[in-house]
């Protein structure tokens, strides 16, 4: 077996089983799970509408590419939301369809990475953990650039020492953050792509929550955009991470598409064609009529807005919690540990909220989530609302 399997860290919600094992929580509450990033709203019905028309797809082999149509809807929406321009995005050349981002950035990192010359994979920390097991399943070294408050939760590139850059083959980006719900700005990103050409290295910018953000008149920017602000059509070092699981509420449809600079991607599309990952046909139809609407997703940025609106007042007072740019978490600062906050939590009231310390790792100063929580608004509105009210109640009878 792969000796670097012994390296992988427990998943957070392992480490959260077993924090709550043998917890009973008050019986007359119902429960309610702000953990995992999974949405709840409704998928849209014309979506599955035509999955269900194309069910037939079943019988034929799927395209590691895909079907020039799939790869032609996602490259025009991506033109569409960043401002690129029509023909910016050749989908044949700069488009890959993907089984959702989290098995696409798993992939990514086995094709980019060379396991002989002991490479760095850099990425923010606190994280999403696939990018971890990623880099420790390539044989490369994690190095995680911690962020904080005043730093607005992003990582501060230029305190990265030049030779941990000469190390790195791939810096991972988040934008807006898991779980901060930090966005970069396109001088940021230009910061990141200015370091990979004086490095070289490639930047794999995770987007899938680019659609979920507080105002309808400042989306947030995105790596390609800043890719073609600083005159490099092509897209070079850029590979873009988009999915429809949170856009549109369709998690298990596993459903994405990688965009980036088109040598990266024929030697990504080689490697896939030997991976065996290739997205079923109705799958592809159903994903070319999510793409091409807009509609539903501006309405699920009202669902997740109303929330926001719904429980920031109930519980600005008692934690020290800030509405996000973007994404559907919110991310507070606990009056105590963080674990012990969560388990004390659900054994009082029934919710459950993930450990901020299990997003991160410590280095240096310690764990930078550490006494911090992750709370999914991916609930019902009466749930999170509920939610908020059982979190204010438990921290003011404490």
């Not at 991506?78 to 993907?98: H, N, Q, S």
């Not at 086995?110 to 420790?136: C, H, K, T, W």
């Amino acid at each position: 077996m792969n000796p670097n399997l012994g390296r992988l860290h427990p998943y957070p919600f392992e480490r959260l089983a077993e924090l709550t094992r043998g917890v009973a929580p008050p019986a007359g509450l119902s429960p309610i799970r702000l953990t995992i990033g999974e949405p709840r709203h409704a998928p849209p019905e014309f979506v599955l509408q035509r999955l269900r028309e194309t069910l037939a797809g079943v019988g034929v082999y799927p395209l590691t590419a895909g079907q020039p149509a799939l790869r032609a809807a996602c490259a025009r929406w991506a033109e569409r939301r960043f401002d690129l321009g029509e023909g910016a995005i050749d989908p044949d050349t700069m488009v890959l369809p993907v089984n959702g981002t989290r098995e696409a950035l798993f992939a990514f990192t086995q094709a980019a990475v060379d396991p002989s010359a002991q490479q760095r994979v850099m990425m923010p920390n606190p994280f999403y953990q696939i990018y971890e097991g990623a880099a420790l399943l390539a044989g490369a070294e994690p190095w995680y650039m911690a962020t904080g408050p005043d730093g607005g939760w992003l990582p501060d590139l230029d305190a990265v020492p030049a030779e941990a850059w000469r190390r790195c083959s791939l810096l991972f980006l988040c934008t807006p953050g898991n779980p901060t719900g930090a966005v970069m700005d396109l001088d940021y990103l230009g910061r990141a792509l200015d370091l990979a050409d004086r490095y070289d290295f490639v930047v794999a910018s995770d987007e899938c929550y680019s659609e979920i953000y507080a105002n309808e008149t400042l989306p947030p920017p995105g790596l390609l955009q800043a890719s073609a602000r600083m005159g490099r059509p092509q897209f070079s070092r850029c590979m873009v991470f988009h999915s429809l699981s949170k856009r549109s509420n369709l998690p298990g449809l596993r459903s994405g598409f990688v965009a980036g600079d088109p040598a990266l991607m024929a030697r990504f599309r080689l490697y896939r064609t030997y991976h065996g990952s290739a997205m079923p046909e109705h799958v592809q139809q159903a994903s070319i009529a999510a793409w091409n609407d807009e509609v539903h997703v501006r309405a699920n940025r009202d669902l997740y807005r109303a929330k926001y609106d719904a429980v920031m007042p109930l519980l600005a007072d008692v934690l020290d919690v800030q509405r996000p740019a973007a994404s559907f978490y919110l991310w507070p600062q606990t009056p105590t540990d963080d674990e012990a906050f969560a388990r004390d939590l659900l054994a009082a009231t029934n919710v459950a909220v993930l450990p901020g310390s299990y997003l991160g790792r410590d280095i240096g100063d310690g764990n930078p989530a550490r006494n911090r929580l992750r709370v999914s608004l991916v609930a019902s509105l009466d749930e999170c609302v509920d939610a908020a009210r059982r979190i204010r109640h438990f921290i003011e009878d404490r």
